[in-house]
């Protein structure tokens, strides 16, 4: 089975503040996802990943950057918090041949103040 | 850009009831997934569609991909309480690696 863990499962943040998010998985996929989910607007994809080091924007990549340096890690970074980015953020993966067949991480609920 | 809508946003059904869901996108999809999140869960992946027309079922669950493939519909027989949580679909376009835009989906609540 995917594993998809992610660093924290609640946050709280203060506004300015920067903060990582990480998600690690144990598959070997080599495409990874950052999406936020928010009530009635269903899951936004804020970045994405095809391999090592490169990276994709998604459709609301503002405010956030990415960092992938290694295969199984891939990290979301909020340069200086806002209370607007308070959400639960879910982190994704899939291999190369089954692409749009996701496996999801727990999610991580940040809260910024 | 892509947009895939759900509706509806909510639904409940007493336990026995068929439930439908349906997703229209605002350009033409390659492929369409559905998932399902439970209450305080993650989103699991149900099944991708992929030809125009398609329809697959699992168990309960019957899946169909529209003839222009710019919607797509879940249907549930009978539902039961383990039925309950919110049920997304997923699409996108074609050629190379196509960022995948989510439904608004659809909250499913089964009233025993």
């Known amino acids: 089975d995917v594993k998809v863990t992610q660093s924290s499962r609640y946050l709280v943040k203060r506004t300015g503040e920067k903060v990582f998010l990480e998600c690690v998985q144990d598959?070997?996929?080599?495409?990874m996802f950052w999406y936020r989910q928010d009530p009635g607007l269903g899951l936004r994809l804020i970045y994405f990943?095809?391999?090592?080091?490169?990276?994709e924007k998604g459709d609301i990549p503002e405010g956030y950057s990415v960092s992938r340096e290694k295969k199984e890690r891939f990290s979301l970074i909020l340069e200086s918090a806002s209370t607007n980015q308070t959400s639960m953020y879910l982190c994704a993966t899939t291999d190369g041949i089954n692409y749009y067949e996701q496996y999801f991480g727990p999610g991580t609920r940040l809260t910024v103040t | 850009g892509q947009q895939v809508m759900q509706i509806p946003q909510y639904q409940h059904v007493q336990e026995g009831e068929d439930f439908t869901t349906y997703c229209n996108s605002s350009?033409?999809?390659?492929?369409i997934q559905w998932y399902k999140q439970r209450p305080g869960g993650h989103p699991v992946f149900l099944i991708q569609l992929v030809k125009s027309g398609e329809v697959k079922k699992q168990k309960r669950l019957t899946f169909q991909f529209g003839e222009a493939k710019k919607n797509s519909s879940l249907h549930i027989t009978a539902t039961q309480t383990t039925d309950v949580g919110t049920y997304f679909c997923a699409g996108s376009g074609s050629g190379g690696y196509q960022k995948v835009t989510f439904g608004t989906g659809t909250k499913l609540q089964v009233i025993p």
């Open positions: 350009t033409t999809l390659s492929n």
């Open positions: 598959m070997d996929h080599e495409n």
């Open positions: 990943s095809y391999d090592v080091k490169m990276k």
